[in-house]
């Protein structure tokens, strides 16, 4: 077990200087899917379960609301889209 487990961290390296060299490159859209196939890896690795991902994502998303919402006066209700990255998992 422990041997696979070594080569998935392996894996995960490689991936992980992928990803750099692609966000280097320009090429933010594979990059992207880069991170996901990291996520998964670091997920089986850490024995993190997809209800535990979702749990966090749906603890997040409540908070990065109110944050947009302090950044922008301006707009109608006082969110300005963009400023902070809210994280949901889609499955």
């Not at 280097?24 to 991902?53: F, G, H, Y």
């Not at 997040?60 to 707009?75: E, I, M």
């Amino acid at each position: 077990m422990a041997n696979s487990e070594q080569r998935l961290q392996s894996v995960l390296a490689t991936l992980e200087q992928c990803r750099t060299v692609l966000s280097k490159d320009a090429r933010p859209e594979t990059a992207k899917l880069v991170s996901l196939a990291i996520l998964q890896l670091r997920m089986e690795l850490n024995q993190v379960a997809d209800q535990d991902l979702r749990a966090l994502c749906d603890a997040l998303t409540p908070v990065a609301g109110s944050l947009d919402r302090s950044h922008d006066p301006k707009s109608p209700h006082g969110q300005h889209r963009g400023a902070v990255g809210v994280l949901k998992l889609v499955k």
